[in-house]
T-cell receptor, first 112, second 112 residues
Framework: AQSVTQPDIHITVSEGASLELRCNYS??????LFWYVQSPGQGLQLLLK??????LVQGIKGFEAEFKRSQSSFNLRKPSVHWSDAAEYFC??????????FGTGTRLKVLA | DAGVIQSPRHEVTEMGQEVTLRCKPI?????LFWYRQTMMRGLELLIY????????DSGMPEDRFSAKMPNASFSTLKIQPSEPRDSAVYFC??????????FGPGTRLTVL
């Protein structure tokens, strides 16, 4: 069965510091992988996606993620965090059923 | 395109009342999803449609919940009767096949 694990419920970083949010998935084949961001009171916005090809994908707002098949991971990174990045981040995997399986989310707090 | 449209954005009702949430997917999208988000349970898939046909409703919590998609441009999620534990943010999302999912802004439901 498909599953997604985001081990960190909360992460706090200082503005300007680097960021890495972890995502591990379970799926028998190569999945489609996504990162979404949700600002308070808002819907989910797509940051980036991986379907195939280059394992390092670039997204919006300066985010990138790397697909590592050997580790079943798809971690999200940003070299320098801005205060406006404070939000909740969701990793998702899609398998053959076209159903998205979302992780439980990581809430990011940014210190000035 | 205006994106996925949901109405109302906020709904406050009393226990026992019927609640109807509405969604207009992006034109041309053939999949439509209803999610519920709470602090305790995170983002849960309730039901999804493909070409207006319900494919998987295993996430619908109980018989008080029902969803319909009478045509490609409209879907409803109905709760009858509503209970305080139904208070949550309900999201609608749509997409074409295995591409990225677009989320609506959500309906914040409060059942008193």
């Amino acid at each position: 069965a498909q599953s997604v694990t985001q081990p960190d419920i909360h992460i706090t970083v200082s503005e300007g510091a680097s960021l890495e949010l972890r995502c591990n998935y379970s799926y028998g084949a190569t999945p489609y992988l996504f990162w979404y961001v949700q600002s308070p009171g808002q819907g989910l916005q797509l940051l980036l996606k991986y379907f195939s090809g280059d394992t390092l994908v670039q997204g919006i707002k300066g985010f990138e993620a790397e697909f590592k098949r050997s580790q079943s991971s798809f971690n999200l990174r940003k070299p320098s965090v801005h205060w406006s990045d404070a939000a909740e981040y969701f990793c998702a995997v899609v398998g053959g059923t076209y159903k998205y399986i979302f992780g439980t989310g990581t809430r990011l707090k940014v210190l000035a | 395109d205006a994106g996925v449209i949901q109405s109302p954005r906020h709904e406050v009702t009393e226990m026992g009342q019927e609640v109807t949430l509405r969604c207009k997917p992006i034109s041309g999208h053939d999949y439509l999803f209803w999610y519920r988000q709470t602090m305790m349970r995170g983002l849960e898939l309730l039901i999804y449609f493909n070409n207006n046909v319900p494919i998987d409703d295993s996430g619908m919590p109980e018989d008080r919940f029902s969803a319909k998609m009478p045509n490609a441009s409209f879907s409803t999620l109905k709760i009858q009767p509503s209970e305080p534990r139904d208070s949550a943010v309900y999201f609608c999302a749509s997409r074409i096949r295995d591409t990225q999912q677009f989320f609506g802004p959500g309906t914040r439901l409060t059942v008193l």
